[in-house]
Every structure is written in structure tokens, then in C-alpha cells.
């Protein structure tokens, strides 16, 4: 099997779990040394690396609370300096804080765009200053920044939609560098925090085309498309894979 991304070193935040640690074991099946970003979930971490380093590739997994900007710029210098290089970089973390806008608090509001927005921002920031020709910034947006289908999301749908731009913004400005910069958007995707049989997975199953959660293996497919030399001509765009959720 040829190892499309043999030399490659990637960098995923949230790695330890749910369409994270999808994406992380994808890269590395496909050739590439990970680095994963944890917040809490120590030893779940500690098994994608172990996981990881069966494929024969290396892995290294790092504490960091994408809600702290040092935190985040720090991990991304802490790969360069353990792997040699950063060739992708997909901004994974998230967090999402549900219910009606009227019981948002500043606390909330803060919480989600440092995770959501600013992070993904800051680890760029740092990730380029790296990057040569054939870097990839990939970001994990969400099915709800192009359909607000349910009730409660303003908060969410906000942090992800502001994603388009800087996706955008990314590729325009990167893209002489020959660095790509792209979005994909995941729709409802069963994962142990939104198992396809938990409270509301009925009504979201009901929104897609297909009528059925994807998987985060579909999500990391997408990403490794984009991540490999396949994916080469395509930025600044954003891609669904949400089962026909926006359609």
C-alpha cells in the first residue's frame, strides 16, 4: 500500500476522541506522523498514540485547552520542535454550548468562539510561520453554520460559520505560498458525546437526505482527501459531509 502522506507530520487538536481520533488514525494509515492535542481525556489520548505508533508511524499527544490562545500557539511549536516539520494542520477541537439565546451568558459566548473561532485562528497562526509549498489547514466546521434547521444553535452555528471566512481568507492569502486552506462541514456524525440513539438523534437522522448518522471515519475520508496530494488543487472551499442535511 502506498503511504500517500510518507513524510508528512500532521497536527490534529481534540485528537483523542470522536471525529478527531478518526482523522488522527486516517492520517497515520495514510503515512503520516501525528501529533494530537488532548484537554482532559489523558489516556484516551495515550491509546490513539499507542494505535497510532502500530501503524508504524510516530505519534505524540500534548495537554492543551484550545481555549487558552498560549496553550495552543505553544503545541504547535512543541510538533515542530519533537517532529522536525508541520505539513497539516486540522483544527478539530470544538465545543458547543446548546439552548435559547436569551440564556446565553458572556461566560458562554466567550467559551465557544476562544474554542471555536479563536483557536482554529491562533494554531493557523502558528502553523504557517512553519508550513512550506504543499501545506494543508484543514478546519471542522458544522453542517449547522449553512442550515439552522433547529432551535437553540445561535451560539454554535455562529463559531462555525465564522470559519467559512477564515477559511476563505486563509486560502486567498496563502495560496501563493502554495498552501491550501479548506472547510469541512460535518453533519450529524455518531460519535460517544452524539450516539446515532441518544435523545434528539431521531430528529436529526430525520434532517439528512440519507436518513441515517455518518460516521467518523466519512468525516476523516474527506479530510485525507484533502490532506494528500489528491487534494491539491482545492481551497478555500467548504465541504459537506452531512448526508444531504444542507441539501
Not at 21 to 37: F, H, I, K
Not at 41 to 60: C, H
Not at 234 to 244: C, K, L, N, S, Y
Request: aromatic fraction near 4%.
Amino acid at each position: 500500500m502506498i503511504a500517500v502522506l510518507g513524510g508528512k507530520v500532521a497536527f490534529v487538536t481534540g485528537g483523542s476522541r470522536g471525529i478527531g481520533e478518526a482523522v488522527a488514525l486516517r492520517l497515520a494509515a495514510d503515512g503520516a506522523d501525528v501529533a494530537l492535542t488532548y484537554r482532559d481525556s489523558a489516556e484516551r489520548a495515550a491509546d490513539v498514540v499507542d494505535r497510532i505508533k502500530a501503524l508504524g508511524r510516530r505519534a505524540w499527544a500534548v495537554q492543551a485547552d484550545s481555549a487558552d490562545p498560549t496553550a495552543v500557539r505553544t503545541a504547535v511549536d512543541q510538533v515542530v520542535a519533537e517532529f522536525g516539520r508541520l505539513d497539516i494542520v486540522v483544527n478539530n477541537a470544538g465545543i458547543g454550548v446548546l439552548g435559547p439565546v436569551e440564556d446565553m451568558s458572556l461566560e458562554d459566548i466567550d467559551r465557544v468562539l476562544s474554542v471555536n473561532v479563536r483557536a482554529p485562528f491562533v494554531a493557523s497562526q502558528a502553523a504557517v510561520r512553519h508550513m512550506t509549498e504543499g501545506g494543508r489547514i484543514i478546519n471542522i466546521g458544522s453542517c449547522l453554520a449553512e442550515r439552522a434547521a433547529l432551535p437553540g444553535v445561535s451560539l454554535y452555528a455562529t463559531s462555525k460559520t465564522a470559519l467559512i471566512g477564515l477559511t476563505r481568507s486563509l486560502a486567498r492569502e496563502l495560496g501563493a505560498r502554495g498552501i491550501t486552506a479548506n472547510l469541512v462541514h460535518p453533519g450529524p456524525t455518531e460519535t460517544d458525546m452524539n450516539p446515532a440513539d441518544g435523545a434528539g438523534a431521531d430528529v436529526q437522522q430525520s434532517l439528512t437526505a440519507l436518513g441515517r448518522f455518518g460516521q467518523s471515519s466519512d468525516v476523516a475520508a474527506t479530510v485525507a482527501h484533502l490532506a494528500g496530494d489528491a487534494g491539491r488543487y482545492v481551497t478555500g472551499a467548504a465541504i459537506a459531509v452531512d448526508g444531504g442535511f444542507a441539501a
